[in-house]
T-cell receptor
Framework: NAGVTQTPKFQVLKTGQSMTLQCAQD?????MSWYRQDPGMGLRLIHYSVGAGITDQGEVPNGYNVSRSTTEDFPLRLLSAAPSQTSVYFC?????????FGPGTRLTVT | GQNIDQPTEMTATEGAIVQINCTYQTSGFNGLFWYQQHAGEAPTFLSYNVLDGLEEKGRFSSFLSRSKGYSYLLLKELQMKDSASYLCAPWGASGGSYIPTFGRGTSLIVHP
């Protein structure tokens, strides 16, 4: 199993651009989530999903959209990038007893 | 939020034992995870506590007291590679019943 994969690993955007961060898992996990991690702030929940077709907002959802059309994929869309969205983004998945994280996407918005 | 409180930084000597404490808000609490995160890497799952008591997994153990809103991670026979950030993550009230909320982490420095 590849586990949780994320693409791209690194990305630089200009303010106002949009993009999609990809996340996929091959463990048939029902739960998936997106976090961002900033220095001194810890991991903060953006959006999560408890199964295909079901998503909900986390602590910091503004400026981001998600969808979950399949069990495997949970893309995160930045609608209009802002410098405040410069961060490391982690996707994670779970079947019930622990969350498994992808390697992260390091995003810089200039 | 979960009002998670853990020390910002700890130092310890190689071969020693260290205990990292975590307190959290008990309202809606269901369980708690501990994660290890090396600099520049993703968090990795260490342990999962739902019931009161100690869960042992090799050199790492985690303890939970639900009534006190308290957990600790115990690391034995410390090695240099244990230098990392340790994240306490209760789940329950915030962000859905099974979605963890993460503390800011404790940076552990192991020196020779």
């Amino acid at each position: 199993n590849a586990g949780v994969t994320q693409t791209p690993k690194f990305q630089v955007l200009k303010t106002g651009q949009s993009m999609t961060l990809q996340c996929a898992q091959d463990m048939n996990h029902e739960y998936m989530s997106w976090y961002r991690q900033d220095p001194g702030m810890g991991l903060r929940l953006i959006h999560y999903s408890v199964g295909a077709g079901i998503t909900d907002q986390g602590e910091v959802p503004n400026g981001y959209n998600v969808s979950r059309s399949t069990t495997e994929d949970f893309p995160l869309r930045l609608l209009s990038a802002a410098p405040s969205q410069t961060s490391v983004y982690f996707c994670a998945s779970s079947a019930g007893e622990g969350w498994y994280f992808g390697p992260g996407t390091r995003l810089t918005v200039t | 939020g979960q009002n998670i409180d853990q020390p910002t930084e700890m130092t310890a000597t190689e071969g020693a034992i260290v205990q990292i404490n975590c307190t959290y808000q008990t309202s809606g609490f269901n369980g708690l995870f501990w994660y290890q995160q090396h600099a520049g890497e993703a968090p990795t799952f260490l342990s999962y506590n739902v019931l009161d008591g100690l869960e042992e997994k090799g050199r790492f153990s985690s303890f939970l007291s639900r009534s006190k809103g308290y957990s600790y991670l115990l690391l034995k026979e410390l090695q240099m590679k244990d230098s990392a950030s340790y994240l306490c993550a209760p789940w329950g009230a915030s962000g859905g019943s099974y979605i963890p909320t993460f503390g800011r982490g404790t940076s552990l420095i192991v020196h020779p």
